[in-house]
């Protein structure tokens, strides 16, 4: 296999990389995430939310009141949970939950090495080729938590399922019942991507094992009925049945699926190359073919844009498909038996090794902003919302501030109640539709509809940026006027 001198390059580089993107995001302790590029405030919100209210129940902070985690996963809010009580501060406790994440992942991966009689150099090389290319450092600094967390989880399947790749299965087999259980519980779109490697393991088993596989997985299921269950009863009235992950990216030609249309061709095409270096290298066997082909033809689906034509498989976003393909791809590079292959070919992968950890950096560099501090806009929000009555929305768009995230930051700190709220995945169309409208009818100059909106909203408040005079014409109230930001009162 690869020699170990090969990685050192790629250690050093992604490590240094790694280490300064987790010590940037530490700012999350200090500083509340407003920004655009944020999912941040919304796990913190809905590990405050269960702490207080419990899982399942309603929520009056948001929407007029929603269901807490029933439409969405609920894992790693509970994997933060005990973090929150600990520490009684959002803050930590979800900046720490990531760190576990980390830390986790890589004990998952030292015992596939260890299965695969890796080095500990190529340990530590796949878990930072995996979570330090530039995928996986915008998961970090966006804040994709529940999927990070998910990943976590898909690690120690694919720990159980290479193990009995080349093994019998036996009664230890049971320690997957729970883990796919979690893997459902902690990110749908990763337990549905990475199920094809259950389905890879059943087609290589016998019959015996190939009904022990089918049981056990209906097993895991079984165990996280009490969140799928009524998730799937409830969700054709919610916005989530609009959502489909690579029909709003892969077949739209906007500017800003440009990055994931990219990927899309570039990560599923370094995979073929990847297994076929890896055929051509292995000592050829029945049941390689088999189990890699599931895979293969998933890659091709992606690849060719077809996936997002097919139900349930065009519901993950393309990041979920690339990076289960990046994992795939350093399995199958770090098993490559090197010194079988042609000497061109095995220049182009130690050149490899050497070039991809630098243009991951320098594109991760590029498109990936480092944590915002503190400016004028964010200064003039976190002094405006302790002056809400009660009930408020935010109007005007600065391109900077996240209102999603103030309506988090308001909840946990100063528990206040807005008709809005973070993530749309409870709320109905209509719901939606009838919100959007206030905002409609102020720029209509429709003051006798905006108003009869507020009432009905039991709005108290107005935080509006730039669009002051034109509220204050429907007869709303100045409380406070700041240089970008004003609170006016119903």
Known sequence: MIKNRWFYFGIFVLGIYFLIRLIDQSKILFMFPLDFANDYSAHMAKVYFLAKYGYGNIVPNWWGGFPLLKFYHPGSAFFALPLFYLFNNVQISQYLAI???????FVAIFYIGKIQRWSIIKRIAFFLFFFANPISISYLRVGRYGELFGFFWSIVLFLIIIWYKDHKIDKKFLFFIPVYCFLLLSHISVFMVYSSLVF???????LREKIFVFFAGLAGLGLASFWWIPFMIGIKKTFVTNFYGLQKTLL???PYTLGDRVTSFIV????????????KSSIKSKKDLIFYSVPFVLGILFFTRLAAYIPFMNRPIPDTYNLYFIFLSLFLLFNIRINRLPNLLKKCILLGLIIIPVSGVLI???F???FPVYGDLEGEVVSIVPLVDESFIMIGETGQIYANAVYSYAAIKYNLYTPAGWGAESVSNEYRNRLGKLKIDLDNGNCGDFLSGLKDF???DVIAYMDCEKILQCGLKEKVKKEHFCLLGV
């Open 99 to 105: 760190l576990l994440i980390y830390l986790f992942s």
């Open 200 to 206: 890879s393991l059943f087609l290589i088993k016998d």
């Open 252 to 254: 739209l030609k906007a």
């Open 268 to 279: 599923p095409f370094v995979f073929f190359v990847v297994l076929c270096l890896y055929w």
């Open 364 to 366: 991760s560099y590029h």
């Open 368 to 370: 990936t902003p480092f």
């Open 458 to 460: 039991k709005i108290t």
